[in-house]
């Protein structure tokens, strides 16, 4: 099972169930995550890579197109907003993912969405959200612990 935005998952945002009695975060002790490189965030149910035109511009420079050529390729428009498209309507992978390796073809110009996983509103919106995701994604709660701040930082950096 993938870990992008699902069209069908509502995404919830932090709120009173998500607050301690101080009005901390419930996660204001930190919360853990390695990446294990299982590429299982890169695939699943159909659903967004968010892109902006910062992100298409380094892209299309690092695979040596025009933002023009990259978008006609690799980017499909969602309303205003703009996503990776997906390799197929059978697996629905991110256009980027090796299907043999399972890794990640751009991964040094990954866009925001996928740099600040799994520290997405969405995921830390409540403690169940958390273990929703540490039960999708091996290495999420596990590896380095992430102060506080730096989580925030993360989460703060795309609304997902």
């Excluded at 978008?71 to 309303?79: F, K, L, M």
């Excluded at 629905?92 to 040094?108: A, I, M, P, Q, S």
């Amino acid at each position: 099972m993938g870990f992008r935005p699902r069209l069908e998952l509502v995404s919830q945002m932090a709120d009173a169930r998500g607050r301690s009695s101080d009005d901390e975060p419930w996660y204001q002790d930190g919360l853990r995550f390695k990446c294990t490189g299982c590429g299982e965030c890169c695939t699943g149910s159909p659903g967004y890579v968010w892109v902006n035109q910062a992100e298409i511009d380094a892209l299309a420079s690092h695979l040596e197109m025009t933002p023009a050529q990259f978008e006609r390729r690799y980017v499909r428009t969602i309303g205003i907003r703009r996503s990776l498209k997906e390799l197929s309507k059978s697996n629905y992978d991110c256009v980027f993912l090796d299907g043999e390796t399972r890794k990640c073809t751009v991964y040094d110009h990954r866009p925001r969405q996928c740099r600040t996983w799994p520290f997405w509103n969405s995921n830390i919106a409540s403690p169940e959200a958390w273990q929703h995701t540490c039960e999708v994604c091996p290495g999420s709660g596990h590896g380095q612990l992430y102060q506080l701040e730096a989580i925030q930082e993360q989460a703060a950096v795309i609304n997902v």
